[in-house]
């Protein structure tokens, strides 16, 4: 048992372990970052709803001036639907140890290439697991249902680095010379802004419950 339960965890680690059943404590990261991500691929799928309609009210348009000025229309019905993935249950990120804080440096994994999840620094937008678990090795749990919920106590910094995050800044163009009266024309670029990234954990009691009628081996029922 781990030496740092007391109270009501000390007691309820015990009677599940005298039950047979599988118990073990371990950090569990918060949800946020994934949260996040999910956020994000949400407004992605959103955006990309809103530029096929777009599209396909703008052809639309011109099948029907088409058809107005004696040319024909055509249909094209080959739209095709992306599935997208869907996690069932709630899932648990684990640390595979107990760690303090862990510092990521910025240039670490430098060598190997922009988008490496080795980098030290996250890029927003991006998949978080990854990245997560290179420096902070986890076992993801599926399926997790909370007996109940988290207090405000008891968490605590778990990683530290930093993540950048993609924006577009308007360019001016400089104007051509003898022509003050032009306007100045502006073009999109992309600049990345940095800031820290903070993860938190806190400990928790897992156990594995087995399907109803399957029986526990070692049980005082066996």
């Known amino acids: 048992m781990p030496y740092a339960l007391q109270g009501t965890d000390a007691i309820l680690f015990s009677v599940f372990r005298s039950l047979g059943l599988k118990a073990m404590v371990g950090p569990v990261l918060g949800d946020e970052t994934w949260d996040e991500y999910s956020q994000i691929k ?32 055509t ?59 290179t420096h902070y090795p986890l076992h993801s ?9 988290s207090s405000d106590k008891g968490w605590e910094i778990a990683l530290v680095n930093l993540k950048s995050t993609s924006q577009a800044t308007p360019k001016p163009t400089p104007t051509k010379k003898g022509n003050g009266k032009q306007p100045a024309q502006t073009a999109e670029e992309r600049e990345d802004k940095f800031e820290l990234m903070w993860q938190y954990s806190h400990a928790a009691i897992f156990v594995e419950i087995p399907a109803w009628g399957t029986g526990i081996r070692g049980s005082p029922r066996q």
Do not use: C, H, Q
Not at 46 to 67: F, L, N, P, Q, V
Not at 75 to 90: A, L, P, R, V
Not at 124 to 131: A, C, E, T, Y
Not at 141 to 149: A, F, G, I, K, S
């Open 141 to 149: 749990l599926p399926d997790v249902t909370w007996l109940n919920e």
């Open 42 to 73: 949400e407004e992605r799928l959103y955006r990309k709803m809103y530029d096929e309609g777009e599209a396909k009210e703008t052809r639309s348009r011109i099948e029907e001036s088409d058809e107005e000025m004696g040319d024909g229309g």
């Open 75 to 133: 249909e094209d019905d080959s739209d095709e639907e992306e599935d997208e993935d869907e996690e069932d249950g709630e899932t648990a990120r684990v640390g595979k140890g107990w760690w303090k804080l862990k510092m990521v440096a910025s240039d670490a994994g430098r060598d190997k290439g922009r988008g490496d999840p080795t980098g030290g620094v996250f890029r927003v937008g991006g998949g978080p697991s990854s990245f997560t678990n």
